[in-house]
Protein backbone atom coordinates (compact mmCIF):
# COMPACT_ATOMS: atom_id res chain seq x y z
CA UNK A 1 0.00 0.00 0.00
CA UNK A 2 1.20 3.38 -1.05
CA UNK A 3 1.48 6.27 1.96
CA UNK A 4 1.66 9.76 0.97
CA UNK A 5 3.17 12.19 3.68
CA UNK A 6 4.46 15.58 3.51
CA UNK A 7 8.42 16.02 5.06
CA UNK A 8 10.53 19.62 5.60
CA UNK A 9 13.60 20.54 4.66
CA UNK A 10 16.34 21.40 7.03
CA UNK A 11 15.67 25.28 7.85
CA UNK A 12 18.03 27.68 7.13
CA UNK A 13 18.47 30.99 7.57
CA UNK A 14 20.55 34.56 7.53
CA UNK A 15 21.44 37.03 9.73
CA UNK A 16 20.73 40.53 8.28
CA UNK A 17 23.35 41.89 10.01
CA UNK A 18 25.73 40.26 7.02
CA UNK A 19 23.74 42.00 4.13
CA UNK A 20 26.23 42.87 1.77
CA UNK A 21 24.29 45.34 -0.10
CA UNK A 22 24.61 42.45 -2.94
CA UNK A 23 22.50 38.98 -3.18
CA UNK A 24 23.79 36.77 -0.33
CA UNK A 25 22.48 33.12 -0.48
CA UNK A 26 20.36 31.75 2.29
CA UNK A 27 19.81 28.62 1.07
CA UNK A 28 22.47 27.13 -0.93
CA UNK A 29 19.90 24.82 -2.84
CA UNK A 30 16.82 23.25 -1.97
CA UNK A 31 17.80 19.42 -0.88
CA UNK A 32 14.37 17.98 -2.36
CA UNK A 33 12.03 19.27 -4.99
CA UNK A 34 9.54 21.17 -2.96
CA UNK A 35 5.98 21.71 -3.48
CA UNK A 36 5.71 25.00 -0.80
CA UNK A 37 8.26 27.30 0.05
CA UNK A 38 8.01 30.00 3.00
CA UNK A 39 10.25 33.14 3.55
CA UNK A 40 9.84 34.60 6.71
CA UNK A 41 11.32 38.11 7.01
CA UNK A 42 11.92 38.48 10.45
CA UNK A 43 14.24 41.82 10.49
CA UNK A 44 13.79 45.21 10.15
CA UNK A 45 15.25 45.11 6.30
CA UNK A 46 12.54 45.28 3.33
CA UNK A 47 13.98 42.43 1.10
CA UNK A 48 14.29 41.27 -2.91
CA UNK A 49 14.67 37.16 -3.37
CA UNK A 50 15.94 36.16 -6.01
CA UNK A 51 16.36 32.57 -7.75
CA UNK A 52 19.79 33.11 -9.46
CA UNK A 53 21.53 35.73 -7.55
CA UNK A 54 21.40 37.80 -10.08
CA UNK A 55 17.65 38.42 -11.28
CA UNK A 56 15.19 40.14 -8.68
CA UNK A 57 12.04 37.90 -8.50
CA UNK A 58 10.14 38.73 -5.39
CA UNK A 59 10.05 41.37 -2.78
CA UNK A 60 8.80 40.90 0.98
CA UNK A 61 8.84 43.58 3.34
CA UNK A 62 10.74 43.92 6.55
CA UNK A 63 8.50 41.66 9.39
CA UNK A 64 6.46 39.95 7.12
CA UNK A 65 6.29 36.34 5.56
CA UNK A 66 5.74 35.14 1.89
CA UNK A 67 4.56 31.56 1.08
CA UNK A 68 4.12 30.26 -2.50
CA UNK A 69 2.72 26.94 -2.78
CA UNK A 70 3.28 26.00 -6.68
CA UNK A 71 0.46 23.33 -6.68
CA UNK A 72 -2.06 25.74 -6.05
CA UNK A 73 -2.94 26.74 -9.24
CA UNK A 74 -0.91 23.69 -11.18
CA UNK A 75 -3.00 22.61 -14.57
CA UNK A 76 -3.62 20.68 -15.77
CA UNK A 77 -5.60 19.07 -12.70
CA UNK A 78 -3.32 16.55 -11.23
CA UNK A 79 0.13 18.45 -12.94
CA UNK A 80 2.95 18.52 -10.63
CA UNK A 81 4.61 21.95 -9.84
CA UNK A 82 7.52 21.96 -7.52
CA UNK A 83 10.47 23.68 -7.43
CA UNK A 84 13.68 21.71 -8.64
CA UNK A 85 15.93 20.49 -6.20
CA UNK A 86 18.81 22.39 -5.98
CA UNK A 87 17.17 25.48 -6.16
CA UNK A 88 19.21 28.55 -4.42
CA UNK A 89 17.59 31.02 -2.81
CA UNK A 90 19.02 35.05 -2.42
CA UNK A 91 18.44 37.98 -0.55
CA UNK A 92 19.19 41.54 -1.36
CA UNK A 93 18.96 44.45 1.52
CA UNK A 94 20.22 47.24 2.68
CA UNK A 95 23.54 46.38 5.35
CA UNK A 96 23.32 46.23 8.55
CA UNK A 97 19.68 44.67 9.33
CA UNK A 98 18.60 43.25 12.96
CA UNK A 99 17.34 40.14 12.68
CA UNK A 100 17.06 37.13 10.58
CA UNK A 101 15.69 35.97 7.28
CA UNK A 102 14.04 32.58 7.35
CA UNK A 103 13.79 29.89 4.54
CA UNK A 104 11.35 26.35 4.88
CA UNK A 105 10.30 24.20 2.27
CA UNK A 106 8.16 21.05 2.12
CA UNK A 107 8.38 18.33 -0.52
CA UNK A 108 6.20 15.02 -0.66
Keep these: MSVNYVSAISMTSLNTAALTGD ?20 S ?5 ISYDGATPHDYIPAGDRLDINAQANATPNGNVALFRKGLPIYVNGAINGTGFVYIAAYYS
Design 23 to 42: YDVVNAGLSNACFLLRITND
Design 44 to 48: NRDLV
